[in-house]
């Protein structure tokens, strides 16, 4: 009897460590179930942790840990690259404006202009800004089926280029612009060439989108400096602009509204050409007038 009783007690306690163990399986399994739910909809990132002893469902959250993180990086590179993407396309199509301004702005003046001789220097003005337009069109493509998004040429694209000549090609470029909006620029330039280290199309997009955002935001004439040390200073009346706005200038996504718009990403730009060319760019706020320096090396 006293044997059939120890037995009765052996069974009665294997059977209650038998209900523990399955107890402590199913609450590892579904505290398992609830950190998947969690990291599947995106409420958490934090790495699944169990309270339950068993070894086999540690291990299953050791693995499932492993690969989650695999899948967050992953999903990091590719939110990531296609911020990159549109960042570029965004660049390329504000770029784009540029050229079709001035082309527009020549063919007004072709409409209006009755001397033959100033009608063909325009139309060369305009096909010389078509082929800029091509230029970034094809530029654009790459951009969209290359997987080097970046915006501008690598460092090591840079050459010693002509500062002043540079400079003065694309002040000629926009010579219709100034027209069109009653601007006259007043440049002051050495006389000898100005050498800088910099990729000539880089600096053309640097010039063109600080140049296309004085035109069409200034509120007087436009003063520009080239100075013998590889430095530009553009000068324009800006009353509506405030010191901390100026700071914000070269932020991407800052835009700074008016009645006709906003300064879109002009500024963006060209600080982030520039510095891939090893150069700056500085805003300041004189006297109610923005300045804008660039420093090439």
């Known amino acids: 009897m006293k044997i059939l009783i120890g037995f009765l007690i052996l069974l009665l306690i294997l059977l209650i460590l038998a209900l523990l163990k399955i107890y402590d399986l199913r609450k590892g399994y579904d505290e398992l179930t609830e950190n998947i739910k969690d990291q599947i909809s995106g409420d958490t990132g934090v790495p699944i942790t169990l309270t339950t002893s068993d070894s086999k469902a540690r291990n299953c959250a050791e693995v499932l840990n492993a690969e989650l993180k695999s899948l967050r990086d992953e999903r990091l590179k590719f939110e990531g690259g296609n ?3 549109k960042d570029a396309v965004t ?16 063919l007004d003046l072709i409409e209006e202009e ?3 001789t100033k009608k063909k220097e325009y139309l060369a003005r305009v096909k010389k800004r078509t082929g800029d337009l091509s230029l970034l069109t094809e530029e654009l493509f790459k951009y969209t089926t290359s997987s080097d998004m970046s915006s501008s ?4 694209s840079r050459e010693e280029i002509d500062l002043k000549r540079t400079l003065e090609e694309c002040l000629i470029s926009f010579y219709a612009s100034f027209v069109s909006k009653g601007i006259e620029p007043h440049i002051n330039m050495p006389d000898s060439p100005v050498t800088a280290l910099c990729n000539k199309k880089d600096c053309n997009r640097i010039l063109e989108n600080i140049i296309g955002n004085a035109i069409k935001y200034s509120e007087g004439d436009l003063t520009i400096t080239l100075m013998e040390n590889a430095a ?6 800006a009353s509506s602009l405030t010191p ?11 835009t700074v509204n008016d009645a006709e718009g906003s300064t879109g990403l002009g500024f963006a730009i060209a600080k982030d050409l520039i510095e891939k060319n090893s150069g700056r760019i500085e805003a300041e706020l004189k006297n109610q007038n923005l300045i804008i320096k660039l420093f090439f090396s």
């Open 244 to 254: 901390l706005t100026v700071s914000k200038l070269f932020d991407k996504y800052y």
């Open 232 to 237: 530009i200073e553009f000068s324009n009346p």
């Open 91 to 106: 660049g390329i199509s504000h770029d784009l404006r540029t050229p079709l301004t001035s082309i527009n702005a020549y």
């Open 153 to 156: 040429a690598p460092s090591d």
């Open 83 to 85: 911020q990159t993407i």
């Open 114 to 116: 009755g001397d033959e």
